[in-house]
């Protein structure tokens, strides 16, 4: 399977499943329109644009590459994912140490912080118990990851910090090591916060949508007032407090922002150098929600974002943007490429009362509890369904020449909007397509210009 496309003056081929991109003139563009028939009849139907010699040698090119497993290359992991039986053992979890927050922003996924819930903060006995449902969990696995999630996670700092230090005495033990990130909008990051986080954190993820205007009209205080102003110069600190640690401004783009390309372009020019503004889920009734008759106008702004990506680092000022960092080289493993984050399977979510979801946007949907980190997995035939749910297992996803790059999408999203773990939501889909074609192209466009 090939997926062709031209952007920013470039003509590129995919081949979906040995993953090699091609760079090609009009010549070999125009032959792989009709390369299924002879080379006699390509010449013939090709006669009036290109010379008979020039057209036999690109063909040979072609025929080459595809004799080198680079064009019309055969599926190679279908059988071995589909027939293989593999055992389960985690590999990361996210905490949800705090279902509160002290912001209320208009399209949070967790209904301001509660998840439709009562108000609470997870003790430790919890947290500790899940560090440990972790490790004992984990089989062979030597690396392994805990996010500390909410809600708003700074809101029980104690407990994170007590986690941690429990963390690091207990891994220990099983000669492992748990990398850390928190995920927080900034607004609790004192001195004494950020200096454990710099010490403690692999990751942190920090949250502003952008421009003022943009941030303030979504992301507001309990008391409705804009938050932009008092996030921004904290964030600006603490990352330059970081120094070389890992950390990303993460936003969000709504219906009210169309024009996100602007917002990831603000964060960019105030400094910050990881960033990722990701387009929101939300039913097509809410007025924030983004649309089909939004595709044109998002995609054209993807498209300027890009070439503005490329137009700043050759100035100088080069950032990175999540969506757009591509691994051509090496990427994935055969798993992750079919099977994407690993939800249900070998990431969980954990609640204040110590209860296991898929992920921290299933939590409070009781028909996917899995179990508790005292007993463990209670609900297998739940996790094997996420177990079977690769891209060679959703009908809409085996055709795709996007599939080894998506991985089949969120499964979360998958049953919000469809209610069916196997039938991926299509505007996810056809916005992570844009995506992908960007990176490639810009990695194309990088290689060809060195």
Known sequence: ?????????????????????????????????????????????????????????????????ESQGLLYSDDAYMDKVLNEKREFHTKA?????????????????????????????????????????????SGKRKRLEVDFFGGEPL???????????????????????????????????????????????????????????????MRKFTDGSGTYDDIMPRLKSFVASRGDKSYYIRGTFTSNNLDFCSDVLHLADEGFKEISIEP????????????????PRIYKEYDKLADKYIDYYERG???????FLMDLDGG???????????????????????ELYPCHQFVGRK???LGNVWKGIINTKLQKEFSENTVY????????????????GCQANAAAFNNDLKEPYDLECKLQKKRIECAIMIKVYEKINN
């Open 93 to 137: 979890l996210c905490l949800n140490v705090a279902h509160d927050c002290n912001m209320r922003c208009g399209y949070c996924f967790a209904h301001t912080g509660d998840y439709r819930e009562e108000r609470k903060l997870m003790p430790f006995s919890v947290a500790s118990r899940a560090i440990e449902f972790l490790l004992e969990s």
């Open 332 to 354: 994935p493993c055969v798993y992750k490429r079919v099977s994407s984050c690993g939800s249900g399977v070998e990431y969980f979510a954990v609640t204040p009362d110590g």
């Open 367 to 369: 028909e996917y509890l």
């Open 317 to 323: 000022k080069g950032f990175r943007y999540y969506h």
């Open 1 to 65: 399977m090939l997926h062709k496309y031209e952007q920013n003056g470039l003509k590129i081929v995919m081949d979906v499943n040995s993953g090699a991109v091609h760079a090609v003139d009009q010549l070999a563009w125009d032959i792989l329109d009709h390369y299924s028939d002879s080379v006699d009849n390509i010449i013939e139907i090709l006669k009036d644009k290109h010379q008979e010699h020039n057209i036999r040698e690109a063909w040979s090119e072609l025929k080459e590459l």
């Open 280 to 295: 929101v889920a939300a039913e097509p009734g809410k007025g924030y929600a983004l649309r089909e008759e939004h595709l």
């Open 393 to 408: 297992h959703k009908n809409k996803c085996r055709e795709c020449w996007a599939r080894f790059y998506c991985s089949g």
């Open 155 to 217: 809101m029980n700092f104690d407990v994170v910090k007590e986690t941690v230090l429990f963390a690091r005495e207990k891994e220990k033990d099983y000669n492992k090591r748990i990398g850390f990130t928190i995920t927080t909008n900034g607004t609790l990051l004192d001195k004494e916060k950020a200096e454990f986080t710099n010490e403690y954190m692999d990751n942190i993820v920090l949250s502003i949508d952008g421009r003022k205007k943009i941030n303030d009209r």
